[in-house]
């Protein structure tokens, strides 16, 4: 199993960034998607995620109208959209995948991507 992120860098406050997050070795259908991040720091938190029947999307209160999280099962890949990013948006982002039921809590995946750094300057 294999979850690569790609997609992060540097912007600007007030500025976009669309987070792709590519899975292989998986029944990706079968799998909620979960992305985290982590500030320096930090614990790592999360962010937002989806539910494999599809449909139901949930966020984390501090990104809840900014961010978008989506998916295309036929490319095995989960996004996240990021808009009117804000500096404390900065930090590495992770995708993760868990079998079945989704979660916010990052004990609940098993798989895991090596992370995208994004950071947001003033």
């Known amino acids: 199993v294999q979850l690569v992120e790609s997609g992060g860098g540097l912007v600007q406050a007030g500025g976009s960034l669309r987070l792709s997050c590519a899975a292989s070795?998986?029944?990706?259908?079968?799998?909620?998607m979960g992305w985290f991040r982590q500030a320096p720091g930090k614990e790592r938190e999360f962010v937002a995620g989806d539910f494999w029947s599809g449909g139901s999307t949930y966020y984390a209160d501090s990104v809840k109208g900014r961010f978008i999280i989506s998916r295309d099962n036929a490319k095995k890949t989960v996004y996240l959209q990021m808009n009117s990013l804000k500096t404390e948006d900065t930090a590495v982002y992770y995708c993760?995948?868990?079998?079945?039921?989704?979660?916010?809590?990052?004990?609940?995946?098993?798989?895991w991507g090596q992370g995208t750094q994004v950071t947001v300057s003033s």
């Open positions: 070795g998986l029944f990706f259908s079968s799998y909620s």
């Open positions: 993760a995948a868990r079998r079945g039921s989704s979660s916010s809590y990052s004990y609940d995946y098993d798989q």
